[in-house]
């Protein structure tokens, strides 16, 4: 069971569930005999909050300002030897205080979660449309269990049991949201880039090969990296020719291996011809750093693991030569 006192639980965590499965370390008699029992019921709203810690604790979070991410999604996971599919709702949130400890986080990587059950629902007064944006509540919560089959991203999520209070004072949260509301921007003729303080990087959004595409730049100081500001009107200016390379080396990749294979993970071609599995993957990101440069695919938009999920990037020298392709985890 993980803590809130933890600023770096997701991340730790994370690192170890993964070594433990090179190691060919399996869960123990008690795992299995738990995932049995969930495997064996209705994953409804009950079951749904057994994946997470019994005990709930009172914090203060500061909820965003309601980007796509919010709204209602879908859990596929191999649970003991069967699947099961549930639907829950997700609030992305700025930031908590631990009432109890005092703990401060502003790492902009968790989300309030609840199950959608309009019968069975105990939470009633708990929906995303009664949480306003850019506010400070004082909720009770709990937080999610390590259970391997929903990734390390399931442990960013926190069951929302009660909303006791909004609008709540807190300084620390205050002085984040208007930190929010002030933020850091870059002009380019490219794009506008906002600063993640979090992930200390400028990003922004743009059109790259006809592709809406994130892009992701490292920083120097208050604004991006020389190197990286020298690459970007390259890359674009170059972006029919990478592009053209890019697919030809995916094509190439898929038929070799079936997939996309990395040194850490296989994602198989589910589709009947490497043509159409190229087609079908997504582009989503353009991450520079530097001279360099990555172009990431993924398909799990909702940051859980649904069945045939991918996560991986294709690297880019300063010549423009692919010089290999990494999985992410």
């Known amino acids: 069971m993980t803590s809130f006192d933890e600023p770096g639980r ?31 019921l209705n994953l409804n709203t009950a079951v749904y909050a057994d994946l997470f810690a019994n005990e709930p604790e009172e914090i203060l979070v500061l909820t965003s300002d309601f980007d796509p991410e919010i709204g209602t999604f879908r859990i596929n996971a191999a649970i003991g030897s069967d699947k099961k599919q549930f639907q829950g709702k997700s609030c992305p949130i700025l930031g908590y205080v631990h009432v109890k400890s005092g703990t401060f986080m502003d790492q902009p990587v968790y989300k309030l979660t ?13 929906s995303f449309q009664t949480l306003k944006p850019l506010t400070v509540y004082r909720i009770r919560s709990k937080l999610a269990m ?26 620390e949260l205050e002085n984040l949201r208007r ?38 730049l490292n920083v120097e100081g208050d604004k991006p990296a020389d ?25 190439e990749h898929i038929r070799k291996h079936n997939g996309i294979r990395t040194k850490d993970g296989f994602f198989p071609n589910l589709h009947p011809t490497a043509e159409s599995f190229l087609q079908d993957l997504k582009l989503q990101k353009l991450d520079f750093f530097d001279q360099d440069f990555d172009i990431v695919f993924h398909n799990d938009d909702d940051a859980l693991i649904p069945d045939g999920e991918y996560y991986f990037y294709v690297s880019f020298d300063p010549k423009g030569n692919i010089t290999g392709i990494e999985s992410i985890h």
């Open 10 to 40: 997701v991340k730790r965590e994370g690192i170890l569930t993964r070594l433990l499965r090179f190691l060919g370390i399996g869960p123990s008699a008690e795992d299995e005999q738990e995932r049995a029992r969930l495997a064996a």
């Open 114 to 126: 609840w199950a959608e059950d309009d019968a069975n629902n105990p939470f009633k007064n708990c």
């Open 146 to 171: 390590d259970w391997e089959p929903f990734g390390d991203e399931w442990l960013s999520n926190i069951l929302l049991v009660e909303a006791i209070e909004s609008d709540t004072h807190n300084q």
């Open 179 to 216: 930190e929010y509301l002030n933020p850091v921007l870059f002009t380019h003729p490219l794009a506008t880039f906002r600063l993640n303080t979090f992930m200390e990087n400028f990003e922004a959004k743009a059109e790259w090969a006809g592709l809406p595409v994130k892009l992701s």
């Open 227 to 251: 190197g990286t500001l020298k690459r970007l009107p390259e890359v674009f200016a170059q972006q029919t020719q990478l592009y053209s390379t890019l697919n030809t080396y995916l094509l």
